[in-house]
């Protein structure tokens, strides 16, 4: 059986993850940060703010309301903060209150390909997603000659 305090805790490393990564760019001057590389989604700022969109439209689902305006993608790296710490906090408000029961729930009503979704695995989605992300941001920052830690779930739970 699967219970709502793994993915809890799951979910702490994830956003930890995302903090570590948002922190290593926000090294980066404006000129790497919005460099095109013709990779992924084309610049950093670009992979960061999929990431962030991705995390906001599937707890936004999961709530049961519209994610909101897209942020602009000139957007200043302050407001970007902004976002990234709302969203955190709403992901954290909705975790806290998930019980095991509600894992097997479908709240899910629009886009209709994805009303047949199991909460549970909405959040497995958005944890594989941003491990895919991190990892090819590390990478794009390991080019730019940014030294980046590892970011694997396993080392998380030793330190937390």
């Known amino acids: 059986m699967m219970h709502a305090a793994a993915f809890r805790r799951v979910f702490e490393y994830h956003l930890r993850a995302n903090d570590m990564v948002w922190h290593l760019c926000d090294a980066l001057d404006d000129a790497r940060f919005d460099q095109q590389d013709g990779y992924g989604h084309g610049s950093i700022r670009a992979e960061l703010m999929h990431l962030l969109d991705v995390d906001l439209v599937w707890f936004s689902a999961l709530h049961r309301r519209p994610p909101g305006d897209a ?59 941003g491990t895919d992300h991190r990892a090819q941001l590390l990478r794009r920052l390991h080019d730019l000659g940014v030294a980046t830690p590892p970011q694997d779930f396993i080392f998380d739970l030793a330190e937390h």
Do not use: K, Y
Not at 78 to 93: I, K, Y
Not at 100 to 105: G, Y
Not at 112 to 119: H, K, M, N, T
């Open 71 to 129: 942020l602009s993608p000139a957007a200043s790296r302050a407001e970007l903060h902004r976002q990234r710490h709302a969203v955190a906090t709403m992901m954290r408000a909705w975790l806290a209150a998930l019980d095991d029961a509600h894992l097997f729930q479908q709240p899910i009503r629009e886009p209709a390909e994805d009303r047949g979704l199991f909460v549970w695995q909405v959040l497995i989605h958005v944890i594989n997603h």
